[in-house]
């Protein structure tokens, strides 16, 4: 069984950084993809960054290209989401996954963290 532990949200303002890490607790194949999702009130759950550990393939939506970063360390069991330049629209509860299926309109997951939550002010 697979658990996955957020950490690193807070309150920025806009322009400033901010570091998610997800701990993973369990097994996980290296050729399962890892991803954050988001959920802003009133809006649904949507894919921002995905990664899969064999061969380090990355996928983005585009929102966040150019700005937001993904990464793992295997070592540490550990995926980490670098977010730069946030913008006020980048404000939501920022949720791990595994077992992500990035492929298709809308991308999917088998098992989730908590959820964490980021605030970008103007």
């Known amino acids: 069984q697979v658990h996955l532990v957020e950490s690193g949200g807070g309150s920025v303002q806009a322009g400033e950084s901010l570091r998610l890490s997800c701990t993973v607790k369990?097994?996980?194949?290296?050729?399962?993809?890892v991803a954050w999702f988001r959920q802003a009130p009133g809006s649904h759950r949507e894919g921002v960054a995905t990664?899969?550990?064999?061969?380090?393939?990355?996928f983005y939506a585009d929102a966040v290209k150019g700005r937001f970063t993904i990464s793992r360390d295997d070592v540490k069991n550990t995926v980490f989401l670098q977010m730069d330049n946030l913008k006020p629209e980048d404000t939501a509860m920022y949720y791990c996954?595994?077992?992500?299926?990035?492929?298709?309109?809308?991308?999917?997951?088998?098992?989730w963290g908590q959820g964490i939550q980021v605030t970008v002010s103007v």
């Open positions: 990664i899969q550990g064999s061969s380090g393939t990355t």
């Open positions: 369990g097994y996980i194949d290296s050729e399962d993809f």
């Open positions: 996954a595994a077992d992500v299926n990035p492929y298709g309109r809308r991308w999917h997951a088998v098992t």
